[in-house]
């Protein structure tokens, strides 16, 4: 390795800092208007009024991961006391306790069937369970132990049942099918360590955040990013893909979050808390894309309305740093880990009857032939209401403006 002084580094460094310079005035230039601007007219959305609903206890160290499964009922947990959880987030009962090999866990994931769960972390390898069968001893059944990382796996996420996608502190993403337990494919993906992955709505691809400060797109098919993006000063530790699939949120310790869309290829947005005291672990997006949360090292998620760039609230109750969150793909509720002694996880539910997703107005295109007496030429505005009611019951409301 050259000294740290190395002239030639330091030329190269200079060198790379200038094309990224000129790579930020380019794109400037072509940015017209502003999100913000664009979204003058949006009303602004009201305060979200959110609560405990459920405090999980029952971890005896730090909880480094949590994950919901695609029923918006359950949810994994990953600690360092060597077991994962499976919760009942309605009852806030456990559901499994799952003891490991290993207690550096640093990601979890729950399989969108519900069928499995995979955890990860220092052991350097990803192990995989199966919830429907039991072992001798009674416990979740371990199907795979896929091994072969030269770096501790840092986040994972189910493809489906078969297949899976790792990240891991070898700058490396593998794709695994589970039936045989070999690697479909094991490429570099980042100049530093891969700490977070993000799955597209459609399946089809997928967003890296990495130690490098940059964030990638790629196509579930391929080996080398679709994009890159430029703008984090810091680690990017978590992205999460926008519900529309044409952008993404990121969290990083550079004590920022942001947005970038994938079409004008570049950040679109800035957030900042109200006090930058701390980076920033972990990101999610309520179902409507609306409202952004990060969880934080100051005990507390944050939370921004994407569009109007406005701090929106914060979740509080934690006593240490917020480690990990996931949002219900329902939108009903958010899950949070933290390195709280005597907490494993909390529960926040938004509360019955408030309109999660906020009452959007977006310009209608003419695409459709005629909707409840409108033509479709007629039609200026459409605001699109989702209301929910007690655990999991949801009504959805649209109403259209007619231009006179």
């Known amino acids: 390795m050259p000294p740290k002084n190395d002239p030639e580094l330091a030329t190269l460094r200079k060198e790379l800092e200038e094309l990224y310079n000129t790579l930020k005035e380019e794109q400037k230039k072509q940015m017209d ?28 160290n730090k909880v480094n991961s949590v994950h919901y499964s695609g029923d918006n009922r359950h949810c994994v947990t990953g600690s360092l006391d060597g077991k994962l959880i499976i919760w009942d987030t309605y009852t806030g009962n456990k559901m499994q306790i799952i003891p490991l090999r290993s207690a550096w866990v640093m990601s979890v994931a729950y399989a969108p069937s519900g069928n499995f769960v995979a955890c990860g972390g220092m052991d350097n390898m990803c192990t995989i369970y199966d919830l429907n069968n039991r072992d001798s001893s009674g416990v979740a059944k371990m199907v795979r132990e896929l091994a072969g990382y030269d770096g501790f796996l840092s986040s994972c996420r189910f493809l489906g049942d078969r297949n899976i996608i790792t990240g891991s502190g070898d700058m490396k993403i593998c794709k695994w099918d589970l039936e045989t337990g070999r690697k479909t494919a094991d490429f570099v993906a980042h100049n530093g360590d891969v700490v977070s992955i993000s799955l597209s709505p459609d399946g089809n691809s997928f967003i890296t955040g990495s130690v ?20 984090h000063e810091s680690d990017v530790n978590s992205v999460c893909f926008h519900p529309s699939g044409y952008a993404f949120a990121t969290g990083s310790e550079d004590k920022s979050a942001r947005m970038f869309d994938i079409r004008s290829d570049q950040q679109i947005a800035h957030y900042k808390p109200p006090s930058a005291n701390s980076g920033f672990t972990s990101c999610g997006l309520s179902v409507s894309g609306r409202i952004l949360l990060c969880g ?9 309305d994407t569009l109007k760039n406005q701090h929106n609230g914060t979740l509080s109750g934690h006593e240490n740093r917020v480690t990990s969150l996931s949002v219900a793909q329902n939108g009903i509720a958010v899950v949070t880990a933290s390195w709280d002694q005597n907490t494993s996880g909390r529960i926040y539910k938004f509360r019955s009857e408030q309109f999660f997703d906020f009452a959007l107005s977006f310009i209608f295109h003419p695409v459709v032939d005629d909707i409840d007496g409108c033509t479709a030429g007629k039609i200026d505005q459409v605001h699109f209401f989702r209301k929910f009611f007690g655990d999991g019951v949801c009504k959805s409301y649209t109403t259209f403006r007619q231009r006179a």
């Open 296 to 304: 934080s090292d100051d005990n507390n998620v944050h939370m921004w």
């Open 33 to 60: 208007v502003t999100l913000e601007s664009a979204c003058g007219g949006v009303p602004d959305a009201p305060r979200v009024k959110i609560t405990t609903k459920k405090l999980m206890k029952g971890h005896l």
């Open 212 to 231: 490098d400060k940059t964030c990638r797109l790629w196509d579930i098919r391929e080996e080398k990013p679709r994009q890159t993006f430029f703008g």
